[in-house]
Nanobody
Framework: QVQLVESGGGLVEAGGSLRLSCAASGRNFGSARMGWFRQAPGKEREFVAAITWSGGITYYVDSVKGRFTISRDNAKNTVYLQMNSLKPEDTAVYYC??????????????????????????WGQGTQVTVSS
């Protein structure tokens, strides 16, 4: 049973920083592609950032490039989202998501796959991030 548990959300002033964490359990974390998505009130869930199994490649939505950094620690089964220079428009519920590679299956994911919420099999419960102006 895979579980993803986010933490680190909260209320911060514009220009501030937060670091979100997502702790995974239940399967080999080293075989998981990981992503962060967010959903603001009245809007659809959108891609924020993603990272490959090894952490060697990362992807970001244009609106957060240069401000957010996704990283992972496979020894701690955790993926992080460091968010700097936060803006009111970053206010949303942030979700982490995982896609686990089956043993022996090295299927290729392109950038579009990492950005697609439908490609992920497991989701956390979400953590609220509120940025005040």
């Amino acid at each position: 049973q895979v579980q993803l548990v986010e933490s680190g959300g909260g209320l911060v002033e514009a220009g501030g920083s937060l670091r979100l964490s997502c702790a995974a359990s239940g399967r080999n974390f080293g075989s998981a592609r990981m992503g962060w998505f967010r959903q603001a009130p009245g809007k659809e869930r959108e891609f924020v950032a993603a990272i490959t199994w090894s952490g060697g490649i990362t992807y970001y939505v244009d609106s957060v490039k240069g401000r957010f950094t996704i990283s992972r620690d496979n020894a701690k089964n955790t993926v992080y989202l460091q968010m700097n220079s936060l803006k009111p428009e970053d206010t949303a519920v942030y979700y982490c998501a995982a896609n686990y590679r089956s043993p022996g299956n090295y299927d290729y994911w392109g950038q579009a796959d990492y950005r697609s919420s439908g490609k992920y099999d497991y989701w956390g419960q979400g953590t609220q991030v509120t940025v005040s102006s």
